[in-house]
C-alpha cells in the first residue's frame, strides 16, 4: 500500500548561518516514498552522512517493506510469529502507543482487509481478522489467527526519525529529513501544505519539529478512501497534517486522525503534549489548524 503525501518544501526560510558552509541535497524513492535529504556543512561530512543514512534506509526496507519477501515484516506475515530484533520491537510498541493514543484507529492489523478490497474480493473474513488487541508483542511477536500487519502508515515516520537521530549524532545542527515525512534538525524551514482536490492552502514553519500528511482520497479503493478504518469507518476530512516532536507519531496520527471528529482530535491535542498541532483540510477545502 503506497501512501501520497501534497506535501512540497518551498524554500529554506533563513540564510545559512555560516558562509562557509555549504548545502548538500541528495533524493532518492525508498519505502514507497520519494526520499530527500538537505545538510548544511562541511561537504565531505554531508556525503558521508548521506551514505550513512542510504544505509539506514536499506536497513528500514529490510525490516518493514510488504514488497521484499525477506523483510522481517513480510517474514512474520507469513510465519504468524517470530522473534523480534531492537528495531522491529521499537516500531510494534511506537504502533502499540498510536494505538492507545487514538483509542485504535490507528490499527496495523487492517492490511488483510486492504488487499481485499483492492483486489476486489470479499472482506467477511479479512474484516474479522482486524484487531491490533489480538497481536502479542513479548520475546516473540506473534499475529492472530487470519492476521498480517502493515506499517505503511508509520513506518515512513519511523525512518525518518532514525535518520534525523544519526545527522545529529554525527553533529548537523540544520538539516531537512523527507522520507514521506518531515523532520528538521534546526530551522526554521518553510513546508507547504496541499490537498490533492483544493491545491496550495497554507504553509507551516518547522524547527526541529516533525510533520506528516494524510490525504485519504488521494488514492481510491473501490471508489473509497485507500486509508481504511478499523471498524469500517469513513474519513471525516480530506488531509490532516501533524506536527509533533517525532515523526513516527506524526506519521501515525495523521493516518489515523482523519476518522476522527474535532472534538475527538481536541481531547487528543490535550493528552499528548509531544503533539504541536494538527491542520485539517475539510471536504469542503476549508483549513484549519489546532495547536496544543
Known sequence: MKRRRFLQIAAAAAALPDRAMAETTWQ???LGADV???LSGNVAEAEAAIAGTQTILRQMEAEFSLFDPESTLARLNRAGRLT???EFRALCEAADHAHHLTGGLFDPTIQPLWLARAAGLDEGAASE??????VSIGDEVRLGEGQALSFNGIAQ???TDRVRDFLRARGFGRALINIGEFAALGGPFDIGISDPDFGLLGRRHL???AMATSSPYAMRLSGGSHILGPKGETPLW???SVEADRATLADALSTALVFLDLKGIKGLL???PEVRSVTLISREGDLSTLSA
Not at 129 to 134: A, L, T, V
Request: glycine share 8%.
Open 270 to 272: 490535550r493528552a499528548a
Open 207 to 209: 524547527s526541529s519539529t
Open 129 to 134: 481478522s482486524i484487531g491490533w488487541n489480538r
Open 238 to 240: 480530506s488531509t490532516v
Open 36 to 38: 530527500s535529504v538537505t
Open 28 to 30: 532518492s524513492v525508498a
Open 157 to 159: 515516520g519511523y525512518a
Open 84 to 86: 523480534p530484533d531492537p
